[in-house]
């Protein structure tokens, strides 16, 4: 089959959406397909044999912050495009222009190679923007993998703003309605878990008939618990954008807040880059005093990943809602013992009182009592991070995805050749 893969931001460091680009090109290809992918800044590393189609963009959002953030870098003409134009107007106004941008430059691409090259399926990695109805004119199969409805961010950014001006930036930072538009109108919809696909059809009213739930992998060939790393005691791990208001930082703190000074010396690091001056997590740390208690590595490889998780005791997720839960995942198979919420699917990968405690989110209490509970009982911890590990070689494999995915596939260039 050939397939064409759309991420408009494929980096790994980007999030679930990088790591899952990664991971699903690599298996296509060692299935035998032929695959593309048409990637935005900040663009990827793509295994070998698979060709990368980089789009541009100014990619603003990143350089928000810079001196001249919002002008091109190199030529300054490149600003006089009507996309180029719609990127710089977007940001300036609060919004988040990308996926729009990418999904129409996306299409411009594909309506060229179509000339010489015939794709079988297009499967967009939860963009959900206007140009994939233009794709869909193009009579080539669309489907789109959704790992939640970004609703729920904004939800949970208002929830956590401290004023009624920072309530309306929020909403104002992704289009209301343009992913549900996209959504009830692709061939297909792929989702994480079996909560994301409620979400799905609650939030987006999509047709159950059009939904496929498919769990994403685990690398345990890369993830696992290093042979004679030494734990050290009292050290938790958490892995996310802090900055993203759905990965409870806020109750992590507050958490935290309630253990300084009990019998164990606790120590969290966190897996994030943040800024001085432009970050939500280092405002909160300096508010509640517990500078001591907490570390940033920065951007990290996966290298570093894995040793950050081996030197730890503990890994918390205190998500307000994950599609998935892919750090959860990662952590159970490096061998660790995982304090989770029961939002969203974070139940479906941490089996509560076998692979980790779950608490309800929203509740610093519930975490600290966790969190004291795992490190005054380290028979515990073994026991869990052995059946984490055990959960995920059984369950979380990104060949046996790939191969449902293409099944996915299959219905959906069915349905459009009856149609």
């Not at 996926?99 to 963009?127: C, E, P, W």
């Not at 939500?280 to 208690?293: F, P, Q, R, V």
């Not at 995805?401 to 009856?418: F, L, M, P, T, W």
């Amino acid at each position: 089959m050939k397939i064409c893969l759309l991420c408009y931001r494929g980096n790994k460091y980007c999030g679930g959406q990088g790591v899952y680009l990664y991971y699903l090109s690599r298996e296509f290809q060692r299935l035998g397909h032929e695959v593309d992918v048409m990637v935005g800044p900040p663009y990827p590393d793509i295994a070998d044999g698979i060709r990368v189609h980089k789009l541009e963009s100014l990619n603003l959002y990143d350089r928000k912050n810079e001196r001249n953030g919002l002008l091109p870098r190199g030529n300054p003409y490149r600003i006089f495009t009507p996309l180029n134009l719609c990127e710089v107007a977007g940001t300036k106004l609060g919004m988040f222009p990308e996926m729009l941008t990418f999904s129409i430059r996306a299409y411009q691409k594909v309506r060229h190679l179509l000339r010489d090259h015939r794709f079988d399926i297009i499967h967009d990695n939860q963009n959900l923007a206007y140009g994939l109805l233009l794709l869909k004119a193009l009579k080539v199969p669309v489907v789109a993998t959704i790992h939640h409805p970004l609703p729920i961010d904004t939800k949970a950014e208002i929830a956590q703003a401290p004023s009624d001006w920072e309530r309306i930036k929020r909403i104002l930072f992704y289009p209301p309605m343009m992913q549900g538009i996209v959504a009830r109108r692709l061939d297909g919809v792929i989702t994480d878990s079996k909560s994301s696909a409620q979400e799905v059809r609650t939030i987006f009213k999509v047709a159950a008939s059009k939904m496929r739930s498919v769990y994403p992998g685990v690398d345990t060939d890369v993830f696992r618990r290093l042979d004679g790393h030494r734990k050290e005691g009292g050290h938790m791990i958490m892995v996310g954008r802090t900055g993203d208001r759905k990965k409870g930082i806020l109750y992590l703190l507050q958490a935290l807040l309630l253990l300084k000074g009990d019998d164990v010396d606790i120590k969290l690091t966190i897996v994030d880059k943040v800024t001085p001056g432009d970050s939500y997590a280092l405002a909160l740390i300096k508010k509640y005093g517990l500078e001591d208690m907490v570390t940033f590595t920065g951007r990290i490889t996966t290298e570093e990943l894995v040793r950050e998780y081996s030197s730890a005791e503990i890994a918390i997720t205190p998500s307000v809602y994950e599609g998935f839960g892919l750090p959860a995942a990662e952590a159970m198979a490096c061998g660790l013992p995982v304090v989770a919420t029961t939002a969203g699917a974070l139940p479906e990968v941490v089996m509560g009182g076998e692979t980790g405690i779950l608490v309800p989110p929203h509740d610093p209490h519930a975490l600290a009592r966790a969190i004291k509970r795992l490190f005054n009982d380290e028979p515990l911890r073994r026991r869990m991070g052995g059946e984490g590990r055990r959960r995920v070689e059984r369950c979380f494999s990104w060949e046996q995805a790939a191969k449902q995915i293409i099944d996915v596939y299959e219905e959906a260039r069915s349905g459009v050749n009856h149609s």
